[in-house]
């Protein structure tokens, strides 16, 4: 039983290790996004909006940003899997978008890059 629970607090921990990394990781891809994009407390829209809050918003709803109508009639609420969609090839998911980005291919990185952004609360704060 102590074997068991040492195995147990030990996979736990190991757990919360790459959780970390992949934040790190994540925050690092987001360098690719920081020319365009911002996020946290003193986050301003750029040529991109915000993306605090991103986990859960509607597309198109950041205030102050002014969006292509493509992108304000996508219907999107932003989540892992729409991310994920979205994140691989902007222009083909919503056509018409102002987001002129290749796109990120790499499961992993967008997986991290996700894990980043959806940390960042509306107001920039983290969770």
């Known amino acids: 039983m102590k074997s068991l629970i040492l195995a147990a607090v030990a996979l736990a921990s190991t757990i919360g290790l790459a959780h970390a990394q ?3 990781a994540g925050e ?3 360098r ?3 020319p365009c994009h911002a996020v946290g407390e003193d986050a301003r829209n750029k040529v991109g ?3 605090n809050g991103i986990d859960g918003r509607h597309s198109g709803a950041v205030e102050g940003y002014n969006y292509s109508n493509a992108n304000k009639n996508a219907n999107i609420i932003w989540n892992e899997e729409t991310f994920k969609e979205y994140i691989q090839a902007p222009a083909a998911k919503v056509p ?3 987001m002129a980005f290749a796109g990120i291919k790499n499961e992993k ?3 991290n890059l996700w894990g980043y ?6 107001d920039g704060t983290k969770k």
């Open 117 to 122: 952004l959806k940390q960042f609360k509306a």
């Open 49 to 51: 909006p915000v993306l």
């Open 96 to 98: 018409g978008t102002k």
């Open 28 to 30: 690092k891809s987001f």
């Open 109 to 111: 990185e967008i997986a």
């Open 22 to 24: 992949d934040l790190d």
């Open 32 to 34: 690719k996004c920081a």
